[in-house]
């Protein structure tokens, strides 16, 4: 079972548990393992003279060690446990990155909009798949791939204008990145809602993008 503290329910909680006591690679083999979600090494942090930067030598980086290390990435995601071990134990520091529109994709909202979207969603007695919170305050929400070819016409058919809500879908060709990655000095991506066994099948996008659309609607 993954190591990290029980789900966060809305936005009063104080502070989303960590994720604990495991390395990069043993969470990565945990990822192929136990949630058969393709895996790939990102970008690591890297201190020189005292400052952190990433080892894609940008120093102007805007996503330093939590982003593709190259540009066949995509072609070297895995979902076995035994190549993500030996692709850790080749870089222990890399970021770990999922590719999206595989086994799932990600809705991607503000923060304030997606614990307000959680606490709706637990009003509706709605179940959440793992959402993720990422240090530039985005929430990530995984569905059942497709969802990137279905949310603008949902949207569309509530009487939402996709370009007035602050949602994007992350699907073929696009990756999130998995706790306990870290965004530079920004901090570690965390779960809001972790993996555990009543969220191994996800949700369909369409049940989920009406209070995902309402939160952001409030939020702007």
Same mark, same amino acid.
């Given at each position: 079972?993954?190591? *990290?503290?029980?789900?966060?329910? %809305?936005?009063? /909680?104080?502070?989303?548990?960590?994720?604990? &006591? $495991?390395?990069? !690679? =043993?969470? /990565?083999?945990?990822?192929?393992? $136990?949630?058969?979600? =393709? *895996?790939?090494? %990102?970008?690591? !942090? $890297?201190?020189?003279? &005292?400052?952190? &930067?990433?080892?894609? &030598?940008?120093a102007a980086c805007p996503a330093p060690g939590a982003h593709p290390g190259r540009r066949d990435w995509a072609t070297r995601a895995t979902g076995s446990a035994t190549v993500a071990r030996r692709m850790w134990q080749a870089h222990p520091a890399a970021s770990i990155l999922l590719p999206t529109g595989r086994t799932f994709d990600a809705i991607s909202v503000p923060e304030t909009a997606g614990f307000l979207a959680l606490a709706r969603m637990e009003r509706m007695e709605l179940t959440p798949g793992p959402v993720t919170l990422t240090p530039d305050r985005r929430m990530e929400f995984f569905v059942l791939p497709g969802a990137a070819a279905k949310v603008p016409g949902l949207l569309r058919k509530a009487g939402w204008s996709s370009p007035s809500l602050d949602l994007t879908v992350l699907g073929e060709g696009a990756y999130v990145a998995a706790p306990p990655t870290r965004f530079g000095c920004r901090g570690a991506v965390q779960w809001a809602c972790r993996p555990t066994a009543a969220n191994r099948w996800l949700p369909d996008a369409e049940e989920l993008v009406s209070p995902l659309a309402y939160a952001c609607g409030r939020d702007r």
């Amino acid at each position: 079972m993954f190591v *990290v503290e029980e789900t966060i329910a %809305g936005a009063d /909680a104080v502070q989303i548990p960590k994720q604990r &006591g $495991e390395s990069l !690679l =043993d969470t /990565a083999v945990r990822y192929a393992e $136990e949630r058969h979600w =393709d *895996v790939f090494p %990102g970008t690591w !942090l $890297e201190v020189v003279d &005292g400052v952190h &930067g990433c080892s894609c &030598g940008d120093a102007a980086c805007p996503a330093p060690g939590a982003h593709p290390g190259r540009r066949d990435w995509a072609t070297r995601a895995t979902g076995s446990a035994t190549v993500a071990r030996r692709m850790w134990q080749a870089h222990p520091a890399a970021s770990i990155l999922l590719p999206t529109g595989r086994t799932f994709d990600a809705i991607s909202v503000p923060e304030t909009a997606g614990f307000l979207a959680l606490a709706r969603m637990e009003r509706m007695e709605l179940t959440p798949g793992p959402v993720t919170l990422t240090p530039d305050r985005r929430m990530e929400f995984f569905v059942l791939p497709g969802a990137a070819a279905k949310v603008p016409g949902l949207l569309r058919k509530a009487g939402w204008s996709s370009p007035s809500l602050d949602l994007t879908v992350l699907g073929e060709g696009a990756y999130v990145a998995a706790p306990p990655t870290r965004f530079g000095c920004r901090g570690a991506v965390q779960w809001a809602c972790r993996p555990t066994a009543a969220n191994r099948w996800l949700p369909d996008a369409e049940e989920l993008v009406s209070p995902l659309a309402y939160a952001c609607g409030r939020d702007r």
